[in-house]
């Protein structure tokens, strides 16, 4: 079992910035995979990025240039940098985990934060 805690979330301008955090407790040894989904209203839960199983990055095209993820492995910690952030970046963002202990794979979701980009 993996528990996630997300903080960060809120309201903020259009143009200004956030950084949402995960802190990983539990069964860290088995995660092999770490990012960030979004899900706004009316639309299906999306990948906004992430860390692949190797290591490396992926993005969404829309926030490519303008979000930035990074971890914290002495922390199990992962951060979401949001700058330039648009309206239609308003959603309920969620911290994912993938897992795998003894080959069976799973995963994990955080409670969600709201991050609100109005004037």
């Known amino acids: 079992q993996v528990q996630l805690v997300e903080s960060g979330g809120g309201l903020v301008q259009p143009g200004g910035s956030l950084r949402l955090s995960c802190a990983a407790s539990g069964s860290i040894f088995s995660i092999i995979t770490m990012g960030w989904y979004r899900q706004a209203p009316g639309k299906q839960r999306e990948l906004v990025a992430g860390?692949?199983?190797?290591?490396?990055?992926k993005y969404a095209d829309s926030v490519k240039g303008r979000f930035t993820i990074s971890r914290d492995d002495a922390k199990n910690t992962v951060h979401l940098q949001m700058n330039s952030l648009k309206p239609e970046d308003t959603a309920v963002y969620y911290c994912?985990?993938?897992?795998?202990?003894?080959?069976?794979?799973?995963?994990?979701w955080g409670q969600g934060t709201q991050v609100t980009v109005s004037s």
């Open positions: 994912n985990v993938g897992t795998s202990v003894g080959g069976v794979p799973d995963d994990y």
């Open positions: 860390f692949t199983s190797d290591g490396r990055t």
